[in-house]
């Protein structure tokens, strides 16, 4: 994989975005019919609509256009697979709740996988007109770069998760980021994929959540790691297939935090 490769690759992340935001942007704040997919985690509610299926049919018809021998996983259709190393990772609308709040915290995410991790990841914001690009030489934000700011300790530190209520997967898991959220200077939730941009941004220091999808997390690794964050497991280990995830802004701050949760 060669620099000019990742840079055609995180091209066309704009084009993407491009196709997706007027998709989107249609039923943003509108009346929407809204389906109940079931359970997750600790609510019986995880709300899909039409929005999130026609914004990822948009991206799918634009990927099988360029890259059509590439392999496709996105979060409301069957995955496509092509026997392709790379693979496409999609959470048209993720933050769903969000959306159907009127909450514009809500983003479009979109990677390619290279079959070992993300190498690039894109957060478009349409609403708020905001889009996030990482790559392993940098994250940018509308095109200019950012960086995460440095936080050395939990006291001086924003920690965020989406949802401490109903997107734990237990008691166990609910105390774990409490343990660590007890110690910061001050904790902001509810903010779905827009909390990991704020981290790159250099305005916010933690997020800490479990029950993810790889399309929920895979977007966001490169822009966390770009703009020179850490993003792993509770364990410090790949974050690329979900599950429990830890992201943070400063390297030293990255280390405490997985202290607290495994003690």
């Keep these: 994989m060669t620099t000019n490769d ?7 992340l704009h084009e993407i975005a491009d196709a997706a935001a007027p998709v989107s942007l249609k039923y943003f704040k509108k009346p929407l019919h809204i389906d109940n997919k079931g359970p997750k985690l600790g609510t019986s509610f995880d709300p899909v609509t039409i ?9 799918r018809d634009l990927i099988r256009t360029r890259f059509p021998d590439h392999n ?46 993300p190498i690039v990841g894109l957060l478009d914001q349409p609403y ?18 950012i960086t995460c700011r440095p936080c050395a300790d939990m006291s001086e530190a924003t920690i965020s998760t989406t949802d401490p209520l109903q997107l734990f997967k237990d008691e166990a898991e609910l105390d774990k980021f409490y343990r660590v959220a007890a110690r910061a200077k ?22 800490i959540e479990s029950g993810l999808e790889p399309y929920d997390i895979q ?9 020179g964050g850490v993003i792993t ?21 990255h280390k405490q935090v ?4 495994n003690q």
């Excluded at 409301?76 to 933050?95: H, L, M, N, R, Y």
């Excluded at 997985?258 to 949760?261: E, K, P, R, S």
């Design 6 to 12: 990742t840079n055609i690759y995180a091209e066309f």
């Design 51 to 59: 929005a999130d299926k026609n914004t990822e049919k948009a991206i």
């Design 72 to 117: 496709i996983h996105g979060e409301e259709q069957a995955k496509e697979q092509k026997g392709s190393k790379f693979t496409w990772v999609i959470d048209p609308i993720d933050g769903t709740r969000a959306f159907i709040s009127g909450i514009p915290t809500w983003g479009t995410l979109v990677s390619l996988h290279n079959g070992i991790k």
């Design 128 to 145: 708020l007109k905001e889009r996030y690009i990482g790559t392993l030489a940098g994250t940018t934000l509308n095109s200019e770069k």
């Design 186 to 207: 001050l904790m902001r939730n509810g903010y779905d994929c827009y909390a990991y941009a704020m981290i790159a941004a250099g305005h916010m220091d933690v997020v």
């Design 219 to 227: 977007a966001l690794i490169p822009i966390i790691q770009g703009a």
């Design 233 to 253: 497991n509770w364990q410090g280990g790949p974050a690329d297939q979900g599950g429990q995830v830890v992201a943070c802004g400063d390297k030293r701050l």
């Design 258 to 261: 997985i202290g607290l949760l």
